[in-house]
């Protein structure tokens, strides 16, 4: 999941003539880190960029003509979960996976076992660095203020947290592991490290958080190969430097 930064770019009237009420001035930004919103929104624009926020946190702006945005979020791929303090200092959250339900008829097959049903009727796995970013006017005809809204980083906040965490936890795979084929990464964690951390792990998950990995220059996939790139170990080191010493040995960083 992602960050999303909605910035000023223009006026599409004359704003000396008609002046922007909000007083908003150009190159001024919001943010969106899947958690809270930084800048000042104009309530006119709340709902429009609301909605932007939604769509891009989800897809990063991959979503094509006709595909609902949503379809690319990474927690269709996971299980039920409670929540578990104990479990913090490996999702950041404090989620543990409950693969198996017996009084309610659930058990969570990784890979065929959905979280829900996803928009449409099926979930998409992002691949490519090929994103669009939306452009946006305020209601006002007199000044219309132009909004670029656009994916930036990845999603390290609220329920983005632990898929996060899980990104980077692959990242690490992939830095020791220079050219490891996308198929065999999941091959890289061990058997507690794959089921007993939210959310479990499968291949469609590792796919899209690899995904999202690359859409962010993190890392590059060839012939199903993945490769780091500069940004991607400049990232990684600052996710380490960030954890505490327990989170570190938690999660084998």
């Not at 909000?22 to 609301?50: H, N, Q």
């Not at 693969?99 to 076992?113: C, G, H, M, N, S």
């Not at 099926?122 to 305020?138: D, H, M, P, W």
Request: proline share 7%.
């Amino acid at each position: 999941m992602f960050k999303v930064k909605a910035t000023v770019i223009g006026f599409d009237k004359d704003e000396k003539k008609y002046p922007c009420h909000f007083r908003y001035k150009i190159g001024e930004e919001i943010i969106y880190d899947g958690e809270t919103i930084t800048g000042r929104v104009c309530p006119s624009m709340a709902p429009v960029l609301g909605r932007a926020f939604n769509d891009l946190l989800a897809s990063g702006g991959r979503h094509k003509e006709g595909e609902p945005p949503g379809s690319y979020f990474p927690f269709w791929h996971s299980p039920l979960s409670i929540y578990d303090p104990a479990c913090k200092k490996y999702d950041g959250v404090g989620f543990r996976p409950t693969p198996e339900r017996p009084e309610e008829d659930y058990k969570f097959i990784a890979d065929e076992t959905l979280f829900d049903t996803p928009p449409g009727g099926k979930y998409n796995i992002g691949q490519g660095t090929e994103k669009r970013a939306f452009s946006l006017v305020c209601g006002d005809k007199h000044t219309l203020a132009r909004f670029k809204v656009e994916a930036f980083d990845l999603a390290d906040k609220g329920d983005s947290l632990p898929y996060y965490r899980r990104g980077m936890s692959i990242l690490n795979k992939i830095i020791i592991r220079p050219g490891i084929p996308v198929d065999n990464i999941l091959g890289e964690f061990s058997t507690d490290e794959i089921n007993n951390i939210y959310p479990i792990l499968g291949q469609n998950i590792i796919a899209v958080l690899v995904g999202e990995l690359e859409l962010m220059g993190y890392v590059e996939v060839a012939d199903g190969k993945a490769n780091a790139t500069e940004k991607g170990q400049q990232k990684l080191a600052a996710f380490k430097k960030s954890l505490t010493k327990e989170e570190r040995k938690a999660l084998k960083l």
